[in-house]
């Protein structure tokens, strides 16, 4: 397939699918936009129908509570003047007025409605139930004083009420006029539901039925019974059996789609409808047109936009074939010249019969071609020159390395030697490094015994120097000992010479009470008693002063044995100190031993890591020369594959033909550029 077939194919399809969506787009949007119109009127029109019974509604609701208002208000005026003239009192005015009403037949309006008297301050004067309640206070109080205050003092008002039994409020008509002599308000009320009695739904029927006519729209009515109150063909059925009537029912408003065949209908129709309720008379009322009528203006809208897709499509087809078939002669021109260029005749160039305002990116595309080609004839011209230089080089290139493979061969085997040597010297410095670490190990535990006898020294040093502090502790303990058993003496001696005076003075006193006879026979029993406890006291201090004879001699000997156990004590504690010095010598001796074992050991290490350094570095010359061997004969095998490539290009170059040959005849060729 060629490119303006490529071209007309592929573009027309791309058009077609492009106009589609464009078309569906906008028929999706228009079709959307009309539905929401009709839909709009549709709905509109239900409001309006809803709105035009309301206004009837309350049209009539207001005319009827005006003239009960306006009626009574004129009965008031009338026994006003009847009480102006004279002709009775206020009171009996009163009292007529009030008994007019409340009288049943007069006074009821609907089925619960009823006339009131209030006063302008909110007083129920005259009520049916209610009377002399204030009322300023409820809710629709409001719009009564502005009724007031209006110039006409009389109006229409709406409210929300509920009377005493009912469970829910519903909404209240009442219209007011005033009656100023006796600052009365003359309210006639009653529920708007009340009123149904007042509409004849003949008077608006024609009308209902005429809004929102069209080819297949109309109004009707229903009520929540399922009854059609008002239907252009069917009044009076019951529609309660459908369930599009009956969800119209529950829901009161809304919108809803259903079927439904008319009279003049072969079979039945999908409608759209809008409903509203009106509670005043408990009706629905419902405005439907057929789906097949809301939709036929998107009729047209589908033909225009179909014959549009067709027409853009074959316009576009036609241009896309003009455009595909000008690039298909601009690419066959360029065909041509690659084909003459494949047989090696590199001087054809690109030319456009084109005029310049009408050239494209292809034309331009030549233009570089064009330069190109150009530049692509110097690079071979370039490469002829450089192929004849690489021959030249590639010469020397062979000779240079046979030389460079006999001097890399013989640098490769002394490297061999260096590195043998190396290697037993590195085994030999290996053999050494371990036997200093043993010794370095062996100092190490020599250390470290000598450290814990030097510790176990000086623990006995410390534990002497206790034992020595104990005893001089015991040793003072014992003259202290020694010093009080002298002051013991003492008070054994006063204790003598107590005992002593305390003889004498019992003997006076024998004297005495012999010399008293009978009197101081008692007197004398006592000094009796006194005496011999004097002799037993002396005795006893006799017992004691052997007893601190004995225990005097035992600490002078305790003493004499501690200053001796002293001495000996102090001769361990001197030969500890001793030991305690020749281990510090030997503790610094073995310190000194083991430093310069590891300074050995790590002068040794370093030996080692430098050796296996130097042997690395050996092996890698020695792996750099064997490269240098490979290399050199890699490099005599590339200068014999660039010896062939050369040769190679020299062929291709042959068969290019670089410039225009002359004619034969002097003339130019007519070799015009395709």
């Not at 002399?132 to 003092?153: A, C, D, H, M, R």
Request: net charge negative.
């Amino acid at each position: 397939m060629n490119t303006s077939k490529k071209l007309f194919y592929i573009f027309g399809g791309v058009s077609l699918l492009i106009f589609l969506l464009v078309g569906t787009v906008i028929y999706a949007y228009v079709k959307s936009a009309i539905v929401e119109i009709q839909e709009s009127n549709l709905r509109e029109t239900s409001h309006l129908v809803k709105r035009k019974i309301d206004t009837i509604v309350n049209l009539s609701v207001k005319n009827n509570l005006r003239s009960v208002s306006r009626k009574t208000e004129s009965l008031i005026r009338y026994y006003y003047e009847k009480y102006k003239k004279g002709e009775m009192t206020e009171a009996n005015a009163i009292a007529k007025i009030k008994e007019h009403v409340l009288y049943g037949p007069y006074g009821l309006i609907g089925e619960t409605g009823y006339i009131a008297l209030v006063k302008d301050d909110g007083l129920l004067f005259v009520h049916p139930k209610s009377e002399g309640v204030n009322i300023k206070g409820v809710n629709f109080w409001p719009q009564v004083e502005t009724v007031l205050k209006s110039e006409e003092q009389e109006g229409y008002i709406e409210y929300d009420w509920k009377n005493t039994g009912e469970t829910k409020p519903r909404r209240k008509a009442g219209y007011i006029t005033c009656f100023k002599p006796w600052n009365l308000i003359v309210w006639a009320s009653s529920y708007k539901s009340e009123f149904n009695y007042l509409i004849n739904k003949s008077d608006f029927r024609e009308d209902l039925l005429f809004a929102g006519k069209s080819r297949s729209g109309y109004t009707y009515v229903i009520n929540t019974d399922g009854e059609l109150v008002i239907h252009p063909e069917k009044e009076g059925e019951n529609l309660s059996s459908h369930d599009f009537a009956r969800e119209m029912i529950a829901k009161k408003e809304g919108r809803i789609e259903y079927y439904w065949q008319g009279a003049a209908d072969k079979k039945p129709g999908l409608k759209t409808a809008y409903y509203n309720y009106i509670p005043q008379f408990d009706w629905i009322t419902v405005t439907c047109i057929n789906h097949s009528e809301l939709m036929a203006p998107l009729f047209f809208l589908r033909i225009f936009i179909i014959a549009g897709i067709i027409a853009a499509t074959a316009i576009f087809l036609i241009i896309s074939l003009l455009v595909g078939r000008l690039i298909a002669g601009k690419i066959e021109t360029f065909q041509s010249i690659f084909k003459i260029a494949g047989t090696g005749d590199l001087t054809r160039q690109y030319s456009s019969d084109s005029p310049p305002w009408f050239q494209d990116e292809i034309d331009d595309m030549g233009k570089v071609f064009n330069l190109f080609m150009g530049d692509y004839r110097d690079v071979l011209h370039t490469l002829r020159t450089i192929t004849d230089k690489i021959m030249g080089l590639i010469q020397s290139l062979a000779s240079l390395s046979q030389e460079t493979s006999s001097t890399a061969n013989q640098q490769a085997a002394a490297v061999k030697e260096i590195v043998s040597t190396m290697e037993d010297v590195d085994a030999l410095s290996k053999s050494i490094e371990k036997k200093i670490t043993e010794i370095t190990k062996i100092t190490e535990n020599t250390q470290f015994m000598v450290k814990n006898g030097f510790g176990k020294v000086k623990e006995n040093i410390t534990r002497m120097e206790s034992i020595n502090t104990a005893n001089q502790t015991t040793i003072d303990g014992i003259k202290f000992l020694s010093e009080k058993i002298d002051n013991i003496w003492d008070i054994v001696n006063i204790i003598n010479s107590i005992a002593d005076q305390t003889k004498i003075i019992a003997f006076n006193a024998e004297l005495e009470a012999s010399a008293a006879g009978e009197a101081g026979k008692n007197f004398q029993i006592v000094a009796t008693e006194i005496r011999r406890l004097a002799d037993s006291t002396v005795h006893s201090t006799n017992e004691i002063r052997e007893r601190i004879t004995e225990i005097q001699k035992s600490s002078d000997r305790l003493i004499l044995t501690s200053e001796d156990g002293t001495e000996k004590i102090r001769d361990g504690s001197r030969i500890t100190r001793e030991i305690n010095d020749l281990f510090e010598n030997i503790l610094g001796s073995a310190e000194v031993s083991s430093e310069s074992t590891r300074q050995i050991s790590k002068s040794i290490n370093q030996q080692v890591v430098t050796f296996e350094q130097i042997l690395i570095a050996i092996k890698q010359i020695a792996e750099g020369v064997d490269n240098i061997a490979a290399a050199t004969k890699e490099t005599a095998g590339a200068s014999d594959d660039l010896s062939g490539v050369s040769e190679q290009i020299e062929t291709i170059l042959k068969k290019y033909t670089l410039e225009k040959k002359p004619a034969a005849s002097g003339h130019e060729a007519d070799s015009r550029n395709a």
